[in-house]
């Protein structure tokens, strides 16, 4: 018997597929172009393209609240996007501290076993593990307020078994 997908598979593997396609373009990139090339090239392409995302989800969401409130409902809306599952492990009135507890971006290099491309020498190979996260997180905060740092603490990539990022005032 033939099976018909559902809305929550469709959308499953819609993410699933565009995780596989960018870590995939992000892989022959980096094995032509080395680290330093694809990251320069990576953190350039976020810069140009994320302010139109950043602007369209401000509107759809309209955050209200202090800079934190805001800064964490944006997470929370983002990553309904995007798949990524954060655990908020610290807030106060000028941070916001997260773990995410699930990474499809991750997982689609797991699946496709790309190790060469996830850690060289211990250090990760992988932009979006820490430049990417780090640059789009930082991009949708920005808006909220130019003064956030953001920091990470654990990272995948690194041998940690989840990452840990953290926004501040």
Known sequence: MQKELTKDEIDFFRIQMLYNISNGWSWYAYKRLGPQKIIEAELEMWKDLMPTAVDLLTQLIDPQGTDIEKAKHVL?????????????????SELLK????????????????????????????????????????????????????????????????????????
């Open 76 to 92: 929370t809306q983002v990553s309904k996007i995007s798949g990524y599952v954060p655990e908020f492990l610290e807030e106060t």
């Open 98 to 169: 997260w773990e995410y507890t699930l990474c499809p971006n991750w997982d689609s290099m797991i699946m496709m076993n790309l190790e060469d491309y996830l850690s060289i020498d211990g250090k990760p190979a992988k932009v979006s593990c820490i430049h990417g996260c780090t640059a789009i997180n930082k991009a949708y905060f920005e808006k909220i307020n130019p003064k956030f740092t953001m920091q990470h603490f654990k990272l995948r990539p690194a041998g940690d078994n989840t990452c840990v990022f953290q926004i501040s005032l």
